[in-house]
Nanobody
Framework: QVQLRESGGGLVQPGGSLRLSCTASGRTFSSSIVGWFRQPPRKEREIVGSMTYNGNTYYRPSVEGRFSISTDNIKNTVYLQMNTLKPEDTAVYYC?????????????????WGQGTQVTVSS
C-alpha cells in the first residue's frame, strides 16, 4: 500500500514562509512524477506545481517565483517551499504521484495522493 503523508502546514502571516513536506512509503520519488495541489475554501482543487523525475517543473502563474518544488531522494521526500505567502494561498495542500506531467488539475492523472495539510495565511 502506497502512502503519502504531508506535513508542515499551519498558520502564517502574510509575507511569511512555510515548507511543506511529503514523504512516501512504498514508492521512490526518484522515479516518479510528483505534484502539489491545493483546494482553497469554497473553490475547486487546483494545481500548484508539478515536477518530473529529472527535475523539469511547472508552476501555476500565481505562485511562479514564490513557490518551488524540490526533492530529497535519500529521505524519499518532496518539498514545497512557499515564500511571500498571501491570503489567497490559504488552502488545504496535497501532494500526489502523477501518471504523467500535467499543467492543470482536470488534465492530471493521479496514481496516489496524500491526506492534505492546512495552510492558513492570515493576520
Amino acid at each position: 500500500q502506497v502512502q503519502l503523508r504531508e506535513s508542515g502546514g499551519g498558520l502564517v502571516q502574510p509575507g511569511g514562509s512555510l515548507r511543506l513536506s511529503c514523504t512516501a512509503s512504498g514508492r521512490t520519488f526518484s522515479s516518479s512524477i510528483v505534484g502539489w495541489f491545493r483546494q482553497p475554501p469554497r473553490k475547486e482543487r487546483e494545481i500548484v506545481g508539478s515536477m518530473t523525475y529529472n527535475g523539469n517543473t511547472y508552476y501555476r502563474p500565481s505562485v511562479e517565483g514564490r513557490f518551488s518544488i524540490s526533492t530529497d531522494n535519500i529521505k524519499n521526500t518532496v518539498y514545497l517551499q512557499m515564500n511571500t505567502l498571501k491570503p489567497e494561498d490559504t488552502a488545504v495542500y496535497y501532494c500526489a504521484v502523477l501518471k504523467k506531467f500535467c499543467f492543470d488539475y482536470l488534465s492530471c492523472e493521479f496514481l496516489y495522493w496524500g491526506q492534505g495539510t492546512q495552510v492558513t495565511v492570515s493576520s
